[in-house]
Structures are given as structure tokens and as C-alpha cells.
């Protein structure tokens, strides 16, 4: 059984939730606080643990016996002992007496389950769970690795509509291909400000460990630093960061006595507070912050902004170290609002070198028509990683948005449409790699040539050409969309003009019979009267 069949299969178990009540968007939480004790389960059975993450009273034995009242009080009893760390005992030395007994100390597994409640009323519905829980081939599942299976869930709970969840997922394909390109490497502090469920640090480890046969190639030091020093994400969402926190430790991720997932506002205090770091990886939120400017409360920011993706922005390349690689996702508003938009971009050219633009396709976020960018920078200069002014000389543009398919479910989004950029990026994940214009690839007609370099999907624009002529919007893009109108092939102004009063006249005349044939005649009498009035004529109807 593939991990795709596993997690279609774990899917389907929403069916037995729905019947107890709960809906689409509490059906992952809710299942994950049962099979997170399971994937435990099988991880220990497998031997990867040196010791059992949960305590005794509270691991998948403990449940898959029981049947009834008895087995849905005890999951609430386990919910409440791992989220508190105590649970209630008998008494030894006074019968008929219970006393309450610290069964466990671990900071990560109660910030896991803080507050963790199932809304489970049935105890038929539980025991479904654990007795289909306990038949997925599990062997199969190891093999690919339960994080991966449990990412495949998460995955599968954003591309469902009803969840709503998909603002959390940024697509897998996109993220390994940032990852490709920013190549982090053991020793390196990896920050992930709007964190959602983990998904741009997990993929900075598993490319870390497979440069490094899983980490075996460090020394044991090495290996503490990457299970609990290297990742630190920041997520405001409680569910999301608990759903986060899974995901690290089932990856073998650690992080500090908080998890890799820190709870919080990356645009308050908690992200004023983080520590410099070597890489940023982010896709943060879409929108206006509810509060405005006042809910964004960074002192330390210094153009204030209610645009979230903006105030981000200025957090991500404020907080890198001299030298710092960033590749950050945000929609095309951020390249090309003025007044304070404008400010923030030439300020971050001016403190990093702005190497690499990658325009996206359309249709593959949760937020359809939603166009998006990814932009790559690093803090300094290359020579000069301290340098604090004039850093960008050139930016890279690549254009994967036109004349390229409405991607979704019927054209999924892939990292084949990616590889191409990866390419031309280069393999310097500071942007340095000796680079030059053209590149042909999803280009239909059959001018793929130097000399027709309009044609390219990947250009560079100096720093100077974007002040003068783009007056430092970065919106930069030349290709002819196909299904554009050509401005030149248009008609004269007075013949677009008559065609559309025509329209017009001819809509007008549509309303009058349709308002007279529902019996509102003097109502459309009133409106003639009032429109031949507005043009200066003589109403003679």
C-alpha cells in the first residue's frame, strides 16, 4: 500500500466524524490527536526512538483494547494528562481516594496537546478509528516515513475546498524547488515567521539530511544542533502550530522545550525578539491585518504598514545576518503599491542584493486568481555581506505566469514546470552563478533564439532601469500575452465609442419591454423621461 493510498484512506475516515457532528475544518485536528499517538507507536515499534516519546497511561496500548464509555473516558482522560503532564491516580495509602500524580515533563508534548479536546460523543465512532487506524499497513508506511505520510494528510486537507485549510499549504512542488535553489546547510539557523504547518522547515531538513545520510555524517553535537537548534518557526494559529509541532517531531525535529513552532505573532513582540538567522524560507499570509497598523505592533519596523505581507517583509530582511539568504512568496500588490510599498522595496534593495524574481503561475494556491511572486535576496553584497546601502545591481526575472496553463485539479501544478527555472538559477544559492538571458522552455511558437530575447521567459533589469523606468515597482513583465488585445489592431476611439452606445441603446430597449411587461409602465415612462432629460432630448415616446 503507497502513502497516497494510506492517506486517501485515512480521508475517507471523515465520513465516521461526520456522523458524530464535526465538520471539514475540525476533521484533521481531531483525527491527528488519535494518530499522532499511533505514528509514535509504530516510530518506537521501529525502533527510531532511544526513548518513548509519551508516557506510560498514555500510548496507543493503552487505548486499543477498550471498547465503550470506558474507552471514550479514558481518550479524554489521555487527552487531558498529556496536555497537563498529570493525571489522576488512586491513592495508595487511603482507599476510595484519588490523588493527582505528575506522569510526565516534556514541554513538546504539552504543547502539542494544550487544550486538546476530542468532540467525539459516540464511543462507537472512536473505536471505528482506532480498529481502522490499527488495519493500514503500516509496514508499507515506514518506508516512506510517517512525516511524509502525515504530510501527504495535511496536503490533502488544503486541497479540499470545504476546509478551508489551504491558506496554511503552500504547494510541495514549490517549496522543494525554493528549497533546491537556497540549498541550507547543517550548522545554518533556518527561520519560518508565518510557519503554518511547518512545511518550508521540514523540507529544509530533509534536504539537509540528504546531503548528509540523514545527519549520520555529523558529529553528535551536530546532530543536537539540527534536531534542536537549527529550525524556529513562528505561527499565530494555535491548531495550525499544534498540527506544526506534529509534523517536526514525526520528521525527528525537535526544536527547543517550544517545538520548532513557536506560538505567536512573527509582527509583534515574539518576532522583535527572534535571533538573526542564516536562512528565511516564507510564505506568509495574504491581506490586510484586521487591526490595521496598530495590530502590526513592531516598533523596530520602520515604515509603518497595515499590508501584512509588507511588515513581513521588512521583518525577513531585517532579520538575516550579513550574508543572509531569504526566499520569500508574495502577491503582485507588494511589487507594485505605492508610497510605503515603494519605500520598503528600495530599502531592501539598498540592504541586500534583490538577485532573482520568479513570477508564478496563477491557480495554485487556495486563493484562485491570486497572482504571486518569489522573490530571493541576500542580506549585503558578496564581497561585502556587512554593506548596508546599494546592494542590488541587476535582478533576474523569470516569467512562469504567461502563456502558461490555468493550473488546478485538472492541471495540477508540478516540479517539471519548475526545473527549468532551477536551471537558470543556478547552483550558487546566493544568486552568483554566472548567469545570461534566454531561456525557451513552455514557449509555443518556434522563436527560440537569441536574437528574439522578448520571447524569454528569463531576463535581467538593472538596478538603475528599475528607478528610471519602473520607478521601483517591481511588477517587470514583457511577454505578449497571447490572449491579450493587441492595442494596436484596435479601432479608431469614435468607432468603439459608437459600438458601445449601441449596446447600450439596445440593452435600454430591453429593460423598457421588460419593466412594461412585469406592469411597472410608469416607472419606465419616469426613467425615459429622466434619460432623454440627462442627453438634452425631447422625450417623443
Not at 465503550?68 to 479514558?74: K, P, Q
Not at 482506532?130 to 486541497?159: C, H, M, P, R, T
Not at 522595496?345 to 524574481?357: A, F, Q, S, V
Request: proline share 4%.
Amino acid at each position: 500500500m503507497t502513502n497516497t493510498q494510506i492517506v486517501q484512506k485515512l480521508w475517507n475516515l471523515c465520513d465516521v466524524l461526520r456522523d458524530d457532528g464535526i465538520n471539514y475544518s475540525d476533521y484533521v485536528t481531531e483525527l491527528v490527536l488519535l494518530l499522532f499517538i499511533k505514528m509514535v507507536h509504530e516510530n518506537s515499534e521501529a525502533g527510531l526512538f532511544q526513548k518513548h516519546p509519551l508516557p506510560e497511561g498514555c500510548r496507543w496500548q493503552d487505548l486499543s483494547g477498550k471498547d465503550g464509555l470506558t474507552l471514550l473516558n479514558d481518550y479524554k482522560g489521555l487527552l487531558l494528562a498529556l496536555s497537563t503532564g498529570k493525571c489522576m491516580q488512586a491513592d495508595p495509602e487511603e482507599q476510595g481516594k484519588t490523588i493527582e500524580v505528575q506522569i510526565h515533563e516534556d514541554p513538546l508534548i504539552q504543547a502539542i496537546y494544550t487544550d486538546a479536546q476530542t468532540r467525539l460523543r459516540e464511543p462507537q465512532h472512536l473505536r471505528q478509528l482506532i480498529v481502522a487506524l490499527d488495519q493500514i499497513d503500516w509496514f508499507s508506511a515506514q518506508k516512506d516515513g510517517l512525516g511524509d505520510l502525515y504530510e501527504g494528510l495535511l496536503e490533502k486537507n488544503a486541497n479540499e475546498t470545504k476546509s478551508g485549510a489551504g491558506q496554511y499549504f503552500t504547494p510541495r512542488p514549490l517549496i522543494d524547488s525554493i528549497v533546491s535553489c537556497i540549498k541550507p546547510q547543517a550548522g545554518e539557523t533556518i527561520q519560518d515567521p508565518a510557519a503554518g504547518t511547518a512545511g518550508f522547515l521540514i523540507a529544509a531538513d530533509s534536504y539537509i539530511k540528504s546531503q548528509t545520510d540523514e545527519l549520520y555524517d555529523l558529529s553528535e553535537k551536530q546532530q543536537a544542533f539540527q534536531r534542536n537548534k537549527a529550525f524556529i518557526g513562528v505561527e499565530l494559529v494555535p491548531g495550525t502550530r499544534r498540527l506544526a509541532l506534529m509534523n517536526g517531531l514525526l520528521h525527528g525535529m525537535e526544536g527547543d522545550d517550544d517545538g520548532i513552532v513557536h506560538l505567536g505573532n512573527a509582527l509583534g513582540q515574539k518576532g522583535a525578539n527572534l535571533a538573526k538567522v542564516d536562512i528565511i524560507l516564507a510564505n506568509p499570509p495574504f491581506g490586510t491585518s484586521k487591526g490595521g497598523e496598530a495590530s502590526i505592533s513592531r516598533d523596530d519596523l520602520t515604515f509603518k504598514t497595515s499590508n501584512k505581507q509588507l511588515a513581513f517583509l521588512q521583518h525577513i530582511y531585517r532579520a538575516l545576518k550579513p550574508g543572509g539568504r531569504a526566499a520569500v512568496v508574495l502577491p503582485d500588490n507588494v511589487l507594485f503599491e505605492a508610497g510605503i510599498g515603494t519605500d520598503i522595496r528600495r530599502d531592501l534593495m539598498d540592504k541586500c542584493n534583490l538577485h532573482t524574481i520568479l513570477r508564478l503561475p496563477t491557480g495554485i494556491f487556495y486563493a484562485q486568481g491570486v497572482k504571486t511572486n518569489v522573490l530571493f535576496f541576500t542580506k549585503g553584497t558578496l564581497k561585502k555581506p556587512e554593506q548596508q546601502a546599494g546592494c542590488t545591481n541587476n535582478v533576474w526575472v523569470y516569467d512562469l505566469r504567461s502563456n502558461m496553463p490555468n493550473f488546478g485539479k485538472r492541471t495540477p501544478f508540478g516540479g517539471q514546470h519548475l526545473k527549468p527555472f532551477e536551471k537558470v538559477y543556478g547552483k550558487k544559492p546566493d544568486g552568483s552563478s554566472k548567469r545570461s538571458e534566454g531561456e525557451w522552455s513552455f514557449v509555443t511558437d518556434n522563436q527560440t533564439t537569441p536574437d528574439n530575447i522578448e520571447a524569454s521567459r528569463w531576463r535581467v533589469f538593472t538596478r538603475q532601469w528599475i528607478s528610471e523606468q519602473k520607478g521601483d515597482s517591481l511588477d517587470i513583465s514583457w511577454i505578449k500575452d497571447d490572449d491579450a488585445v493587441d492595442a494596436a489592431n484596435l479601432p479608431e476611439p469614435d468607432v468603439l465609442a459608437g459600438e458601445a452606445m449601441s449596446e447600450l441603446t439596445a440593452a435600454l430597449k430591453e429593460l423598457d419591454g421588460l419593466m412594461q411587461a412585469l406592469g411597472a409602465g410608469e416607472q419606465a415612462d419616469a426613467q425615459r423621461q429622466l434619460l432623454a432629460t440627462t442627453l438634452g432630448l425631447e422625450d417623443k415616446t
